[in-house]
Nanobody
Framework: QVQLVESGGGLVQAGGSLRLSCTAS????????MGWYRQAPGKQRELVAVITGGGASNYADSLKGRFTISRDNAKKTVFLQMNSLKPEDTAVYYC???????WGQGTQVTVSA
């Protein structure tokens, strides 16, 4: 059974940075395509970025240049580096294993103006 645990969220001022982590257990991680999603209050969950087991990545158009997804297969961890944060980035951020369609519990990111 795959389990995902996110960490790294918090409160940051606009213009600041955060790095989210998502660690997987119970699966062969290296072949999993992993994704980060987010859900703001009153809005639908949306894709932030995905990364294949080989490291190829794709991003939501609106986030290109500010967010970077990466992974460490040896540590079964996927990261989301978020720079130049804006108040509209405030959301719960979720990690997902696309292969197993498993979600983490989410981590809150709050960006103050």
């Amino acid at each position: 059974q795959v389990q995902l645990v996110e960490s790294g969220g918090g409160l940051v001022q606009a213009g600041g940075s955060l790095r989210l982590s998502c660690t997987a257990s119970g699966s062969i991680f290296s072949t999993n395509t992993m994704g980060w999603y987010r859900q703001a209050p009153g809005k639908q969950r949306e894709l932030v970025a995905v990364i294949t087991g080989g490291g190829a990545s794709n991003y939501a158009d609106s986030l290109k240049g500010r967010f970077t997804i990466s992974r460490d297969n040896a540590k079964k961890t996927v990261f989301l580096q978020m720079n130049s944060l804006k108040p509209e980035d405030t959301a719960v951020y979720y990690c997902r294993s696309l292969k197993y369609d498993v979600w983490g519990q989410g981590t809150q990111v709050t960006v103050s103006a």
